[in-house]
């Protein structure tokens, strides 16, 4: 019995070292892929970082060229809008200078020359107007447009068509497609 004994006892010290042995090989490597599994976890953190860094970036650089092209498109428009504003208080001196011109009853030689010359300033001031964009609304023969003329009166005239502008009273004016003055007309029929 004492053989047996011993036998169990040898067995179980053997079984606790062997135990013990396999527990302390397990641990260091239980250790390693624990880090391993933190380093992933680190990394994979900082990758996800790192796109959400990306992706503001982008979004900022986005943001950043469209507010570029607005203000510079907000910036012509300001231009434009100005060139509008100081051609429309000009507007009146072009029409001024163009009844000069066409009132003149007296033709002596001296009211000749007078009125040639502001012809020639009106000439000028009106290639001057040309060459920054503003062009004369067409009206006479034209169909009424609304949008580009403004009626003062109506009559029955045959030698119109319908809706026809027969006279105009103040040449309208338009920039770059936007318009500076309605044509004042009266339309026929």
Do not use: W
Not at 17 to 40: F, G, I, L, W, Y
Not at 56 to 65: D, G, P, S, V
Request: negative net charge.
């Amino acid at each position: 019995m004492e053989d047996n004994k011993e036998k169990e006892f040898e067995e179980e010290v053997i079984n606790e070292s062997v135990s013990e042995a396999v527990d302390e090989s397990v641990e260091p490597c239980s250790e390693a892929a624990e880090e391993e599994t933190q380093e992933n976890k680190e990394l994979a953190d900082a990758k996800a970082k790192a796109d959400e860094y990306l992706d503001k970036y982008q979004r900022l650089m986005a943001e950043f060229y469209n507010f570029r092209e607005r203000t510079s498109k907000e910036k012509a428009a300001m231009y434009d809008d100005g060139v509008r504003d100081t051609i429309e208080k000009l507007l009146p001196v072009v029409d001024n200078l163009e009844r000069a011109v066409l009132a003149q009853t007296n033709k002596t030689e001296e009211a000749e020359s007078f009125i040639k010359g502001v012809d020639m300033i009106l000439k000028q001031f009106k290639e001057t107007l040309k060459a920054l964009g503003v062009e004369e609304i067409p009206a006479v023969g034209e169909k009424f447009n609304p949008q580009l003329h403004s009626a003062v009166s109506h009559i029955e005239d045959e030698n119109f068509g319908e809706n026809t502008v027969s006279i105009e009273m103040l040449k309208g004016y338009t920039h770059k497609g936007k318009v500076i003055r309605h044509s004042m007309v009266q339309v026929a029929n």
